[in-house]
């Protein structure tokens, strides 16, 4: 089972900062990466998709880094509805994982 | 628009049995890989299972030890979960998605069925 790690698990961040979260792979996935954010009491919601594709709709302050092991999330210029949870996930094997996520909180 | 509608959830005491339903609609469903991913109180998201387009290939993680059984009918578009020998570290909310391509990323996802194991 490939790991996944998030940096960091929590943060406080104001709307218009530039926020970048960090995962990290076990061992190399290429770029077989996703990215979802997740609010309570709502389906997950695919943001980035090979590790740099911005899924149709998603708006163009998200974008995805990476490859191999190391990969980030940014969000240029957070706004009042990505307060979220936001989880990477692998698919280089069948046994998909995902990262522990990373709550983005309002500061 | 791509609907999935999950159902079947609910409170069971430790060792009982449970079957999830999942309703797809608003695409071709045997043209799609499906799979269950869940996300127990406080925790984060975790696959579970996994079946082809076909429903020829059931794929499972690891630590189900043969409990869990994923299965679909694709005449009437939807997938299945039968749940066995449940435990209190099952409790979670399960939900139903689709992979893009089969064993890839998922794309779309129900919004969840609420399952307690608890006595």
């Known amino acids: 089972e490939i790991q996944m790690t998030q940096s960091p698990s929590t943060m406080s961040a104001s709307v218009g900062d530039r926020v970048t979260i960090t995962c990290r792979a076990s061992?190399?996935?290429?770029?077989?990466l996703a990215w979802y954010q997740h609010k309570p009491g709502k389906a997950p919601k695919l943001l980035i998709y090979?590790?740099?594709s911005l899924e149709s709709g998603v708006p163009s302050r998200f974008s995805g880094s990476g490859s191999g092991t190391e990969f980030t999330l940014t969000i240029s210029s957070l706004q009042p509805d990505d307060f979220a949870t936001y989880y990477c996930?692998?698919?280089?094997?069948?046994?998909?994982?995902f990262g522990q996520g990373t709550k983005v909180e309002i500061k | 628009e791509v609907q999935l509608l999950e159902s079947g959830g609910g409170l069971v005491q430790p060792g009982g049995s449970l079957r999830l339903s999942c309703a797809a609609s608003?695409?071709?469903?045997?043209?799609?890989?499906m799979s269950w991913v869940r996300q127990a109180p406080g925790k984060g998201l975790e696959w579970v299972s996994a079946?082809?387009?076909?429903?020829?290939?059931?794929y499972y993680a690891d630590f189900l030890t043969g409990r869990f059984t994923i299965s679909r009918d694709n005449s009437m578009n939807t997938l299945y979960l039968q749940m066995n020998s449940l435990r209190a570290e099952d409790t979670a909310i399960y939900y139903c998605?689709?992979?893009?391509?089969?064993?890839?990323?998922?794309?779309?996802w129900g919004q969840g069925t609420l399952v307690t194991v608890s006595s």
């Open positions: 998605v689709k992979d893009h391509k089969s064993l890839q990323y998922f794309d779309s």
């Open positions: 608003g695409f071709t469903f045997n043209n799609f890989a």
């Open positions: 079946i082809s387009g076909r429903g020829s290939t059931p």
């Open positions: 061992l190399s996935i290429s770029s077989w």
């Open positions: 090979q590790a740099s």
């Open positions: 996930q692998q698919y280089s094997t069948y046994h998909r994982t």
